[in-house]
């Protein structure tokens, strides 16, 4: 879904929007880690859900179009009750990309549809403006701070019929992430469940540990949660406030493992991005590790009951 990019075709051009429902300042952009690892925003609600922005500052379309170009991808959060797209869900969704043109005072961008699930829970990525012309570029990028926002305009609900969502006029959000520059800070943090087996039939949470002045923990589901098929699902929680969720903020890249006991080789996964931790929040994933994978007996991830988590944490930036 959204626009698509047919062989011998470039991106389309940008057009003026509408001001946004959610902005993204990103301050000393040009700092930015131009990898290939999008950037998540922390979520922000809009119509009772959970959204977040991907950034993506170096994306190249099809071979005949190689030039790198800043995109954008619109997600939504998975979980229960009214804040998370549940399973059997299924929402068509309008809306806008835009980036703000600071001699104009006006945003431009495109417009875009996706049919959202919870396994679909991204957009495909919109071409906005190619990255080297970004960054020469006095109009879009302004003491070094792009702005970035996105527009829902409509949300039609698929299945189940019955339900139905009306799109809110609420007061714009707005988020700024500042970029650090090198060197970046780095924290890890291990814990041993010694009596894992003997929890192992429903969600548990470990104890929570201190790291840059902030309470963490882990949120564990043996069997997996309500998205996983057969793995255990692992995430890294945040202690923080919805009231106040930027209260603190912090762009991270996040790695969990699961350690191997016995051989050293263990099972870690890093997030496919940068993500920002603020409020009460966690990132991680449903289907962490296949469950063949952690009772086989030969890798170590079990030694008896005992089984022994880390996360480590490269501090990127700060949101607000």
């Known amino acids: 879904m959204g626009n698509s990019f047919a062989a011998g075709s470039a991106p389309a051009l ?16 040009s700092v930015l880690p131009m990898g290939d690892l999008p950037i998540n925003c922390a979520p922000f609600i809009f119509s009772g859900y959970r959204w977040f922005l991907q950034l993506s500052p170096v994306h190249r379309t099809l071979p005949f179009f190689a030039i790198p170009y800043v995109t954008l991808s619109l997600g939504i959060a998975r979980g229960q009750g009214c804040l998370g797209l549940e399973p059997g869900v299924m929402m068509a969704v309008v809306f806008e990309f835009s980036i703000y043109n600071h001699t104009d005072r006006a945003y431009y961008g495109c417009k875009a549809t996706h049919n959202f699930d919870v396994k679909h829970i991204y957009s495909k990525k919109e071409c906005l403006i190619p990255l080297a012309k970004l960054l020469k570029s006095p109009d879009f990028l302004a003491d070094d701070c792009c702005v970035f926002g996105v527009h829902i305009l409509k949300i039609d609900v698929i299945l189940p019929e019955e339900m139905a969502i009306v ?19 780095k924290w890890s943090y291990s814990v041993t469940i010694g009596n894992f087996l003997e929890q192992f039939a429903e969600r548990f949470v470990t104890y929570k540990f201190e790291l840059d002045g902030q309470k963490w923990y882990f949120g564990i589901y043996p069997c997996g949660n309500r998205y996983s098929n057969n793995c255990l699902s692992l995430f890294l929680h945040l202690d923080g406030s919805d009231e106040v969720p930027h209260e603190y903020g912090k762009l991270v890249e996040l790695t969990l493992s699961i350690l191997d006991e016995r ?3 263990h099972y870690t996964r890093r997030c496919p991005g940068l993500v920002v931790f603020a409020g009460k929040c966690h990132w991680g994933w449903s289907e962490f590790i296949p469950l063949t994978m952690l009772f086989d007996p030969s890798r170590g991830y079990l030694v008896g009951s005992s089984c ?12 607000s």
Not at 309 to 318: D, F, P, R
């Open 167 to 185: 799109v809110q006029k609420n007061a714009p959000a707005v988020q700024n992430l500042f970029i650090d520059k090198l060197p970046y800070i």
């Open 263 to 265: 051989r050293g080789k």
């Open 308 to 319: 022994t988590l880390k996360a480590e944490i490269v501090m990127i930036g700060s949101s």
């Open 14 to 29: 940008l057009a003026e929007t509408q001001d946004p429902c959610f902005t993204w300042k990103i301050h000393e952009f």
